[in-house]
């Protein structure tokens, strides 16, 4: 069991890893190992993650969660695979314990009346500077 928070635990059995070739630089190594890791968890289907975790997972993952509900994430950040095997996970993890927190419900505000005089007086000040400024003659 991987733990995320205190309640909220995800099995091994959940995660599934491939292994793909990484681009960028590394020489013949890069060319021949498999060293980048992709790491899929299917949100949508697993028993161990609450629906409203799975709803702000959904808003915070974007582009990495596909229609299905599977989150995808590729680490080849280092040029080992368990490097990039750990990467994955942690950053797995990372994006669901960011997706337990609560976010408190904004309030709105109204400006004070002092911020609007000096929106006012600096927007005044702007125009006078403007408005100060001539035309340019022929014999200037």
Same mark, same amino acid.
């Given at each position: 069991m991987i733990r995320i928070t205190n309640s /909220? %635990? /995800?099995? #091994? %059995? #959940?995660l599934e890893e491939s292994f793909i070739r990484s681009p960028g630089p590394g020489g013949q190594n890069v060319n021949k190992v498999e060293t980048a890791? =992709?790491? *899929?968890?299917d949100a949508g289907r697993s028993p161990n993650l609450p629906p409203e975790v799975f709803a702000r $997972?959904? &808003? $915070?993952? &974007? =582009? *990495?969660?596909?229609?299905? &509900?599977v989150v995808i994430v590729t680490a080849r950040r280092f040029r080992s695979q368990d490097r990039n095997r750990a990467d994955a996970l942690d950053r797995l993890v990372e994006l669901i314990r960011a997706a337990t927190a609560v976010q408190k419900p904004r309030r709105p505000t109204r400006p004070t009346l002092a911020s609007k005089r000096r929106r006012i007086e600096g927007k005044k000040q702007r125009g006078d500077t403007k408005k100060a400024r001539g035309r340019v003659g022929p014999g200037d």
């Open positions: /909220i %635990s /995800i099995a #091994e %059995s #959940e890791v =992709q790491l *899929r968890f $997972l959904k &808003g $915070l993952a &974007g =582009q *990495r969660m596909t229609n299905d &509900g």
